[in-house]
Each structure stands twice: as structure tokens, then as C-alpha cells.
């Protein structure tokens, strides 16, 4: 099955530094999304790269994905204290998009303001 | 902004006891799931549900679990007979669409079974 595993799974920068997430999986994907989860809440969607991609922004975040090494990576830039968070990549291997996820093993990252 | 609601918040309960758990989806949407998180580990899916039935149930999905869409707004996780280890964080989330991919969470309901 799939299967994400993030690094570092915890990480602390000063605030306005960059802050990048790796992700891994397992098996061939369709999509692979990111995921923040403030404490205790629930999970808000970030961003979504489809597997023919290479590379997606938006606003600060960048996402890439690299298929060959089943690995993507999150950049948040210029952080903010708001960022503080744990941030978990999803996978799903469907061509349709009511399929589960498939969730990582998370990167809890603190900003220091 | 629309959103997935969930209630209660935190439930305590004593094992061997039956507890629903309830969530209120995005009203146009068609997919329903439920996931969990155990403290501290990774969000595992549970089940999806559509149109009144499951698609698809993982292994943890076994059955002391069930769920229900009873009024066509609640979508219920029913766990029968709950044990130490169903302690966790439950989420439901919804999707619009076989078109879309994004899953709308709820806040989740944190619940301890002592």
C-alpha cells in the first residue's frame, strides 16, 4: 500500500526563514496532496500536485514532485509564526477523486518569532 | 464558507460502551469518509461512503464499526463496543466529486475511552 513518510518529523526556524518538508511514498500515485494541521484541529488542504507535474506554487508554498524517486518536497517561504503547524503530504492512486488518502507520518514545524 | 461540522467535540466513554460519533458534511457532496489519528501517529483511513453505501473499508474498519447516513445532512461513525486502543482523533471529511481530489476535514472529535 502506500505509504508517506515525511522528514524531519520536527523541524524549528526563525520566523521569515524557509521551511522545507520532504515527503516519500511507496507506490505509483495519481495525485499527492499537502495537508496543515494546527494542534489539535482538524486537516486543511494546502496544495495538490498531479503526477505529471513537476513543480506548483501557490502564494508562498511550492510543491515539488519527483516520480522517479517517489518523493515530493514542501517549501513554505518567508515563514510566519502562523505557519507553526504539522504539515502531512496524502497520496491517492486513483483516477478519480473520491478514492482515500493515504497519509504521511507528518513534520511538525515550529517558527520561532 | 462552507464546512464540515463534527460533534461533540471530546467524548469520554468507559470501554464495552457503544458511542456515535457525527459529522454534517458539505451539503452538496457526494463522498464521505472517516479517518482517525491515534495521538501522536499518522491519520489512517477508516471508510468511504456513497450513496448509501461503503466503498471502501480498511482493515481497523472492522465490526464493531459501522456508519450511517440517517437523514441525507448527519453521516454517522457508530463503534459498538469501544475498546482502550479506539482512543483517538476521528475525522470525517468530504468531497464534492469523482472530479475533485481535495478532501474537506472537520474539526475532528477527540474520543477517550477510559
Known amino acids: 500500500s502506500q505509504q508517506g513518510e515525511e522528514d524531519p518529523q520536527a523541524l524549528s526556524i526563525q520566523e521569515g526563514e524557509n521551511a522545507t518538508m520532504n515527503c516519500s511514498y511507496k507506490?505509483?500515485?495519481?495525485?499527492l496532496q499537502w495537508y496543515r494541521q494546527n494542534s489539535g484541529r482538524g486537516l486543511v488542504h494546502l496544495i495538490l500536485?498531479?503526477?505529471?507535474?513537476r513543480e506548483k506554487h501557490s502564494g508562498r508554498l511550492r510543491v515539488t514532485l519527483d516520480t522517479s524517486k517517489k518523493s515530493s518536497s514542501l517549501l513554505i517561504t518567508a515563514s510566519r509564526a502562523a505557519d507553526t503547524a504539522s504539515y502531512f503530504c496524502?497520496?491517492?492512486?486513483?483516477?478519480?477523486?473520491?478514492?482515500?488518502?493515504?497519509f504521511g507520518t507528518g513534520t511538525r514545524l515550529t517558527i520561532i518569532p | 464558507e462552507p464546512e464540515v461540522t463534527q460533534t461533540p467535540s471530546h467524548q469520554v466513554t468507559q470501554m464495552g460502551q457503544e458511542v456515535i460519533l457525527r459529522c454534517v458534511p458539505i451539503?452538496?457532496?457526494?463522498?464521505f469518509y472517516w479517518y482517525r489519528q491515534i495521538l501522536g501517529q499518522k491519520v489512517e483511513f477508516l471508510v468511504s461512503?456513497?450513496?448509501?453505501?461503503?466503498?471502501?473499508k480498511s482493515e481497523i474498519f472492522d465490526d464493531q464499526f459501522s456508519v450511517e447516513r440517517p437523514d441525507g445532512s448527519n453521516f454517522t461513525l457508530k463503534i459498538r463496543s469501544t475498546k482502550l486502543e479506539d482512543s483517538a482523533m476521528y475525522f470525517c471529511?468530504?468531497?464534492?466529486?469523482?472530479?475533485?481530489?481535495?478532501?474537506?476535514f472537520g474539526p475532528g472529535t477527540r474520543l477517550t475511552v477510559t
Open positions: 471529511a468530504s468531497n464534492p466529486s469523482r472530479a475533485a481530489y481535495e478532501q474537506y
Open positions: 496524502a497520496t491517492d492512486g486513483s483516477n478519480f477523486g473520491n478514492e482515500k488518502l493515504t
Open positions: 451539503s452538496n457532496h457526494l463522498y
Open positions: 461512503f456513497y450513496n448509501n453505501e461503503i466503498s471502501e
Open positions: 507506490t505509483s500515485i495519481n495525485n
Open positions: 500536485i498531479r503526477s505529471n507535474e
